[in-house]
């Protein structure tokens, strides 16, 4: 029980902290809850893979449009406001979805898709940027391992539950419920204290927008310590964006189970990304090795899911799922530390948009590639599988070469100057 000692006192004892934290977890749920509500809306009407991969291409690509302006929005503007305005917008916005009832209106879902990434693209890099304003140093590697860890649980209840209701409550309520909590979230986020102090000089930087967007770029292109880890969820998703699509068709097609089987196989992925982060202290507790443990963690995923291509069986691919998407977890809280710790706070919500932005563009690059390979039959789906695993073990090899070894020089730099 020692482990969870110092989560239970960062809940406890740091108010704001636990609120933000709260507003995350329901508003996961709804997001989770609603998922497959919405990939059903599109399977009901269509039996098109490439269509349900095109969905998931425009969430993506919707949040990556967005994030270059939604980084400079957040660290212009006050972000618990931004948060609360974003809730706000999102629990009006998905009920849009309870207006598709044809064919004909399946536009509507891929707007509504749009409009809602568009505004988790703004606040996204506020609630990341937010937690080092809130944790002091001790507490902030436990304050992203618990909110990953409650993501992932919450991804698992979501998702497992979502797909239930979904079959047997049907869409409708399944919308409406995801609508509540974002509303619910607004309540939480309302009540916390997020400081946001900016001095004259940060201001006057960021009054042009184009201007402050460009310098968020600049500033991460000099800062190769920060650019490291700000590309290091983009680099995983070039693969693995593509391998989380293909487990919507391998419940379809492989296991036979619809969203019951997909309900499942996500929970395996949510609760792997809950115990990777757990292993950070036991095995990857040297904060300078990170980078070099994040290639370790591509190569594990991707030999993860190089065994779930060669099963048909759900009972031994979940655990496989599992196995993966812990080493994949552990990556994403190793590197979101290492930018809170590495960036200013008057641009870490720059560096977060531009983060998420690679992120999502690699992980929509993914998914097409493997709608397109399934569409026009060129490749099967085991064999996307394989080679996407491939890819990715290969993907951890290279960034064991290059960017450990350019980490390792670093250290070495900034160990001399402190000498």
């Not at 296991?255 to 990857?284: C, D, E, H, K």
């Not at 394989?386 to 951890?396: C, E, H, K, T």
């Amino acid at each position: 029980m020692d482990v969870f000692r110092p989560y239970y006192r960062l809940v406890k004892f740091n108010h704001n902290y636990r609120r933000l934290w709260l507003s995350q977890v329901i508003s996961n749920f709804g997001d989770w809850f609603g998922l497959l509500a919405v990939y059903s809306l599109i399977l009901n009407y269509t039996d098109s893979e490439l269509l349900l991969g095109t969905l998931i291409i425009v969430k993506m690509l919707s949040f990556a449009a967005f994030s270059p302006f939604a980084g400079y929005l957040a660290d212009r503007f006050d972000r618990r406001t931004l948060m609360i305005y974003c809730d706000l917008f999102r629990a009006i916005i998905v009920l849009g979805f309870l207006l598709v009832n044809d064919a004909s209106l399946l536009w509507l879902a891929f707007l509504v898709t749009s409009l809602q990434m568009m505004t988790a693209a703004v606040f996204e890099p506020a609630k990341s940027s937010s937690i080092p304003n809130i944790t002091n140093n001790d507490e902030l590697v436990h304050a992203n391992v618990l909110s990953n860890l409650s993501w992932s649980v919450i991804f698992t209840v979501g998702m497992a539950v979502g797909g239930f209701a979904t079959a047997f409550l049907g869409t409708t309520t399944v919308f409406i419920i995801n609508a509540l909590t974002y509303l619910l979230s607004t309540y939480f986020i309302f009540r916390a204290n997020i400081p946001h102090i900016r001095n004259s000089e940060q201001l006057a930087l960021l009054a042009k927008p184009l201007k402050g967007i460009l310098d968020g770029f600049q500033y991460l292109k000099n800062r190769g310590d920060l650019l490291r880890p700000a590309i290091a969820k983009g680099i995983y998703e070039i693969s693995l964006g593509g391998l989380v699509y293909i487990l919507i068709l391998v419940s379809e097609d492989v296991l036979l189970m619809g969203s019951v089987g997909l309900g499942i196989l996500y929970a395996s992925r949510g609760i792997g990304t809950a115990i990777g982060p757990l292993t950070i202290n036991g095995f990857f507790a040297d904060e300078r090795k990170w980078i070099a443990y994040i290639g370790f963690c591509m190569m594990l995923t991707g030999f993860g899911y190089l065994l779930v291509g060669f099963t048909h069986t759900l009972l031994i691919m979940a655990p496989l799922v599992l196995f993966a998407h812990a080493a994949s977890g552990a990556n994403w809280v190793m590197s979101t530390v290492l930018i809170q710790k590495r960036s200013p706070d008057n641009f870490r919500g720059r560096v977060f948009s531009s983060e998420w932005l690679f992120f999502t563009i690699c992980e929509a690059i993914s998914v097409l590639f493997a709608a397109l390979m399934l569409e026009f039959k060129i490749l099967d789906i085991q064999t996307i599988i394989w080679v996407l695993a491939v890819g990715m073990i290969v993907s951890g090899m290279i960034w064991t070469i290059t960017a450990a070894r350019f980490e390792r020089d670093f250290h070495q730099r900034t160990f001399s100057i402190d000498k």
